[in-house]
């Protein structure tokens, strides 16, 4: 049973998925603005797009949980708001809108119609929407097809109707689109293909024969029942199409795009086809034939034209002509279609145009894109194609059409968004020597291919950066009166003095200010109306407005070490350990309390709140003592400076601050008391508004140095900067309201202050040794810093130096020319033409070539150059595999590069004529890489792994042991030792662990003394591994190709049997059980990810956080797995799991439970995703759970942020 | 009788509804036909999957798709001769 599991984690997504599966737009607020959503693994999020700055910001983001395959959008007649329906793999069609007031989303409609999970037969694959919001069509790959009538009821409510059924067996659907037709009964084609005749036919005729075809289905509105209305024969290479215009806007019917062509048909018209212009260029290839992977309609006022994308990147605009009457009047019958080159953009799974005049490329691989549209190419020197020239019958041959590229002239880059996808390796390590690791990433595909180094921290921009004449050792900025915008004056405290320079168009001294310049200052504070105050050791001056000061000396013997102020309030605390209290009168002049509160020890630190809105003072004064406490006084006039609660802290505090910020547990803001300890650490302590109780602490270590707290104004909240040995932010994430604490991108400041001045509304000052800086935040949104170094070709493995900071990254790409071949087309086009230019890679991909790999391996120096400091190129088409760094023993330990290559590879079917192991050895500290030798194996290396000082390589099911020669290494010892092929090993001691391609892992041990290599313990499911690392000696994670994460444990006594001494011959001999091995392999936990992972490491994240598992997938998820310590925990998460699941279930109708147990079943694991949730939920429903559960929504918002901060971001 | 009748009854259903539900004279051809479509499909409709392909491929998502379905259409290959 799985809840006895003796071992459980938490399974949480750091950075959510960036491939974008699907994009749409639509008007989804309501108003007239367009939105985008978008579907990434299974996470749903709309986007505004700011067409005055140019940029998309994403407005609000739900985990569905489930696969998201296709969405569409669509709207009633009448109305102006779109709807969206979502086809998930739930066996539901889901019906949801956008709420713009509660920023959300609601379902409106989930109707079941079929089994859950992604089949052959059941609908979701296709899915489209009848353009006037009328019905839509649902369909499966293979037979089923339905239909469901979309309408409103008299409440003006959205209703969908019972499915209507247009199910044709044995029949495979190419593509779908909704026929625009007017007010007509909605239409929706289909490209079709029968299988039934050819896998009948014995001699293959009937599928050589077998044809494809275009299908109307008519939906009868008035009879209620689909009809196949009309079917023709299309070009058999078709796979898509786009639906053309009609009704009054254009001729209606559909565009059939197929390789090397793009067809007009409609059952009322004459077809019309244009070929698809291929580039011209020494490299090219004159006979690849292109075909369209992406395309989108745009209509205008009275016209319309199409931007279809091929697969080589390129955007051709594509127009329909129609035949004119005498009038001069368009008789809705189409006369010729024309085709020309627009731009080149990076190869879309989705554009997407914006009436605003942007283009939204949803990349396949790589950072999406937003351009703006400088003109639409209508009056160019392009070449023009039209239809005229060439004959409609798909059968007959036509010459073909060339182009050439050229820069961007229609579409202006304004905005890329940053994106992992792909996300093909990773490590985390800690290079930059900063308290917590990085992550390095190596992404993208082709030309598009990128290193990435992921911090996570905010970014800063600043402003200013001066020198000062001595070391400051505080900063603040005042206005004059309460009512002024911005800041007047910047106060700095030096050791012997105070400077007072004033903010205008330049920044310069005053002096007439009123301010004691020979003393440093403590605290300044504008009060009341337009009065002043610098509190410095010696007293309070008290600056008016016509700048006579009032003074108040402190008593003799004693100075001022601590001082807090807000408008009307003054607190400071004596070298004595005295606390003096002031008040403003109504007067404007400030009055002592009475009465002198003695603390039991020194005071460090003292805060008092703002003037809450509508009342006279702050009632709660903190103070903080040498003694570790921290003492909140009440200020009430009843009970002055009587003790209200006590905290004990760890040590003693040096900043204190009452903020009130915003809470996700009450809705509204609360009341907090940030506490600073000189240890570095910093707490966050809830302190009640009436009772001045503190309760609920979070504690979080920032660094080394003690702790200083500012009240900030970022992106219009308020905040707190935690200054230590780096810089923090403690801010309520955008989303959640939930509190985030994160690293800025900035230097260590030693002091910091609000700044608000005309040119930076909300910034900060700061002091770092000698030099001011003001700086501001631009972004909360994204706390994970990117950097990006461009690569080759598609990058395939990568490690590190193992002690130089550099990286090796293998590349490789499949139908690429290599460089030389590139090299030797290009010459010999400048000897025949003279003067040719090769395109630039970085903008139109690199040439191609079918059957041709072009690979390299690069040195990545991601610390101090940022760039690729040199790189090798493989020639005679071979393609890098696999990468390891070894010690060799026989070389006096001197580690060597090694690299797998495989030769003439091709993928599917997997093929290939051998393979090789090159050896480079390490010069300039790693920076250059010398060729030694090579070694033919005869089968790729796909795995190679550092082995007690030797090499160990998987090639195909063997497992072989190398050692380096002066010619080409030596073979050592091998064994087969899974079923497959090798393709990830990972070691401990004598131990191996070997993944088979499909046979999960296997592990191996190694007989030093017998020299063999036995493998001993197997698993008992098949797993498609694509990584595995070991988490300590006995168990292994891993992932699959499928999306599941799993670890798995040799039992104990196998392990220890497994490394007896002299038990090589006991082991040998085992006899195997069902093929396999004697032993197998326990199952620990299993959960499905839905994103593939392809790279798996134990490690920490945060500075003082534990080991975790840290897993990156392949469209760019960022997740961890964490270790449960107590078995309560286990417990509160199970209930809590359990609660959330059904109390806000999944949006597209997926059953958690199951949507996590995908291909086998959950075990071991809590959904970390599903329980953050519940900061998004309503409160009623958390104050719900929060009873079911018996504990206080508050509890439950703290369990579940601790399992995130405490390891990581 | 009845049950044999209704469990003979729901078996059809069945097999009408769900393309690849075996039946007692399924053929080899038929069931490794049914496994390649089922695969087929599957990798189309798990995005990721398909992504992860193309990328190993060198193709466009869209390009490995429309193959994909093609592939389909093919099934097993030929059937096998039938004997009268």
Not at chain 1, 429 to 447: H, K, L, R, S, Y
Not at chain 1, 1024 to 1053: H, Q, S
């Amino acid at each position: 049973m799985a809840t006895t599991s003796h071992m459980f984690m938490y399974s949480l997504t750091i950075q959510p998925p960036t491939a974008i599966t699907q994009a749409i737009l639509g008007q989804f607020a309501g108003t007239k603005e367009q939105q985008i959503v978008t579907a990434s693994g299974s996470k749903l999020t709309i986007h505004r797009p700011d067409p005055t700055q140019g940029k998309i910001t994403p407005l609000y983001t739900q985990d569905v949980f489930g696969i998201i395959r296709t969405l569409a959008a669509f709207r009633l007649a009448g109305s102006s708001k779109d709807y969206i329906i979502i086809g998930s793999d739930s066996g539901r069609i889901t019906i949801i809108e956008y709420v713009p007031s509660q920023n959300r989303f609601s379902r409106i409609h989930l109707e079941t119609f079929g089994k859950s999970g992604v089949r052959r037969v059941v609908p979701g694959q296709y899915l489209v929407a009848d353009p006037k919001g009328r019905a839509c069509m649902i369909a499966s790959v293979e037979k089923n097809k339905l239909v469901y009538v979309l309408n409103r009821n008299s409440q003006a409510e959205l209703t969908i109707s019972s499915p209507l059924e247009a199910h044709k067996p044995q029949t495979l659907v190419f593509a779908m689109v909704a026929l625009d037709v007017g007010y007509e009964n909605p239409v929706f084609a289909a490209l079709e293909m029968e299988y039934g005749e050819s896998d009948q036919d014995p001699t293959g005729q009937a599928y050589e024969e077998a044809e494809k075809s275009l299908v109307y289905y008519e939906l009868d509105l008035g009879l209620n029942h689909v009809v196949r209305k009309w079917a023709d024969p299309v070009d058999r290479t078709a796979s898509m199409l786009f639906q053309v215009p009609g009704g009054a806007d254009g001729p209606s019917g559909v565009l059939v795009c197929g390789e090397d062509n793009i067809t007009y048909r409609h059952s009322n018209q004459d077809a019309f086809r244009v070929p698809i212009p291929r580039r011209s260029g020494p490299t090219e290839n004159p006979e690849r034939k292109r075909t369209i992977s992406a395309g989108v309609m745009h209509k205008m006022r009275g016209a319309f034209f199409f931007l279809l994308q091929s697969d080589d990147g390129d955007l051709f605009k594509v127009t329909i002509d129609m035949v004119e009457d005498d009038n001069g009047q368009l008789t809705g019958e189409v006369r010729r279609l024309r085709i020309k080159y627009f731009d080149t953009v990076p190869l879309a799974s989705h554009l997407l145009i914006l009436k605003s005049g942007f283009l939204y490329v949803a990349s396949e691989s790589g950072n999406h894109q937003f351009y703006q549209f400088e003109k639409l190419g209508d009056d160019d020197e392009e070449t023009e194609f039209t239809s005229d020239s060439f004959s409609a019958d798909p059968s007959l041959p036509y010459e073909p059409v060339y182009f050439n590229l050229r820069g961007a002239e229609n579409l202006n880059l304004v905005d890329s968004i940053n994106s992992l996808n792909p996300l093909i390796d990773s490590k985390v390590i800690n290079m930059f020597e900063d308290d917590a690791p990085q992550i390095f990433a190596v992404c993208g595909t082709g030309a598009h291919s990128s290193f990435r180094t992921l911090k996570h921290g905010l970014e800063v921009s600043e402003i200013v950066e001066s020198e000062l004449p001595s070391v400051p050792s505080a900063v603040w900025t005042t206005k004059l009166t309460r009512t002024d915008e911005f800041d007047a004056y910047i106060i700095l405290s030096f050791a012997n003095g105070t400077l007072v320079l004033s903010i205008g168009e330049t920044v310069e001294e005053v002096t007439d200010t009123g301010f004691l310049s020979t003393a440093p200052t403590l605290a300044v504070q504008q009060l009341g109306e337009d009065s002043l105050i610098q509190i410095h050791p010696r007293g309070i001056r008290h600056i008016l407005v016509d700048r006579r000061v009032n003074e108040w000396p402190a008593p003799q013997h004693r100075s001022i070490v601590a001082a807090a102020t807000n408008e009307r309030q003054v607190a400071v605390a004596l070298s004595s350990g005295e606390i003096v209290y002031f008040e403003m009168d109504v007067d404007g002049t400030l009055a002592e309390y009475d009465e002198r509160r003695q603390m039991s020890g020194t005071v460090t630190a003292l805060s008092l709140g703002e003037v809450p809105e509508g009342r006279v003072r702050s009632s709660f004064l903190a103070v903080g003592c040498d003694d570790s406490t921290v003492r909140i006084l009440s200020l009430d006039p009843d009970s002055t400076l009587e003790n209200k609660s006590v905290q004990a802290l760890t040590s003693a505090p040096s900043s204190l601050n009452i903020m009130s910020m915003a809470d996700s547990s009450s809705g509204g803001t609360t009341l907090y008391l940030h506490i600073g300890l000189y240890s570095g650490v910093y707490l966050r302590t809830v302190l009640d508004e009436v009772t001045g109780e503190l309760s609920d602490t979070r504690t979080r270590f920032l660094g080394v140095k003690p702790v200083k707290l500012f009240r900030v104004s970022v992106k219009g909240q308020t905040a707190v900067l935690a200054l230590s040995s780096r810089p923090w932010l403690g801010y309520s994430d955008i989303q959640t309201k939930g509190f985030m604490l994160t690293p800025l991108d900035y230097t260590g400041l030693e002091w910091g202050w609000n700044f608000s001045s005309e040119q930076c509304i909300e910034g900060m000052v700061g002091i770092q040794g000698q030099n001011l800086r003001i700086f501001s935040i631009e972004r909360l949104d994204n706390n994970m810093l990117q950097e990006s170094i461009p690569l080759t070709y598609t990058p395939r493995r990568f490690l590190k130096h193992p002690e130089q900071p550099l990286f090796y990254v293998i590349e490789s790409d499949n139908n690429t020319l290599a460089p030389g071949t590139k090299q030797r087309l290009v010459e010999d086009a400048q000897s025949r033409d003279g003067d040719v230019s090769v395109p630039p890679p970085e903008d139109f991909g690199h040439p191609r070539g079918t059957g041709h790999w072009a690979s390299c391996v690069q040195v990545v120096d991601p610390v101090v150059t940022k760039s690729v400091i040199s790189s090798i190129d493989f020639e005679e088409n071979e393609a890098a595999v696999s990468i390891a760094a070894v010690p060799f023993t026989s070389q006096d330990d001197e580690t060597f590069l090694v690299v797998g290559t495989a030769k003439d590879m091709t993928v599917s079917p997997p093929s290939s004529s051998g393979g090789y192991i090159h050896i480079y050895r390490f010069q300039e500290d790693g920076r250059e890489l010398e060729f030694i030798h090579k070694t033919k194996v005869e089968e790729p290396p796909l795995a190679l792994l550092s082995f007690q000082g030797r090499l160990a390589a998987g090639i195909g099911p063997i497992l072989r042991i190398y050692d380096l020669g002066m010619k080409q290494l030596l073979r050592k010892c091998q064994a087969p030792v899974v079923p497959r092929m090798i393709v990830d090993l990972q070691t401990q001691g004598s131990r191996i662990v070997v993944s088979d391609v499909r046979e999960s892992v296997t592990y191996v041990v190694y007989k030093y003394q017998e020299n063999v290599l036995i493998p001993f313990v197997d698993d008992s499911v098949p797993r498609w591994t694509t990584t595995t690392t070991m988490v300590d000696y006995e168990t292994t994670a891993g992932g699959d190709k499928f999306g599941n994460i799993w670890l798995v444990r040799c039992p104990k006594k196998t392990s220890d049997e497994s490394d007896e001494d002299g038990s090589g011959a006991h082991l040998l001999h085992e006899r195997g059980y069902l093929h396999g091995t004697a032993n197998r392999l326990e199952l620990m936990m299993h959960v499905y990810s839905q994103d593939i992972p392809t790279s798996l490491q134990r490690s920490q994240l945060v500075a003082g956080g534990r080991d975790i598992l840290v897993w990156t997938g392949f469209q760019g998820t960022v997740g961890m797995l964490v270790p449960f310590i107590s078995r309560e925990d286990v417990d509160f998460f199970q209930s809590l799991e359990m609660q959330l699941a059904a109390q806000d279930a999944p949006l597209a109708g997926r059953d958690h439970l199951i949507y996590r147990s995908y291909y086998a079943p959950a075990k071991g694991v809590i959904d970390g995703d599903l329980c953050e949730r519940y900061f998004l939920l309503p409160n009623d429903m958390k104050m719900m759970i929060a009873g079911e559960l018996d504990r206080s929504v508050r509890e439950i918002e703290r369990k579940i942020s601790d399992m995130r901060t405490r390891v990581a971001y | 009788m009845a049950d044999k009748l209704r469990t003979m009854q729901n078996l059809e259903a069945m097999q009408a509804r769900y393309v690849g539900t075996g039946h007692a004279d399924t053929t080899k051809y038929d069931w490794t036909s049914n496994i390649v479509r089922d695969s087929y499909a599957s990798y189309i409709g798990h995005p990721p999957m398909l992504s992860y392909m193309a990328v190993g491929m060198g193709e466009s998502k869209e390009k490995v798709r429309a193959q994909m379905i093609e592939k389909m259409v093919r099934g097993a290959g030929n059937p096998p001769e039938t004997q009268e």
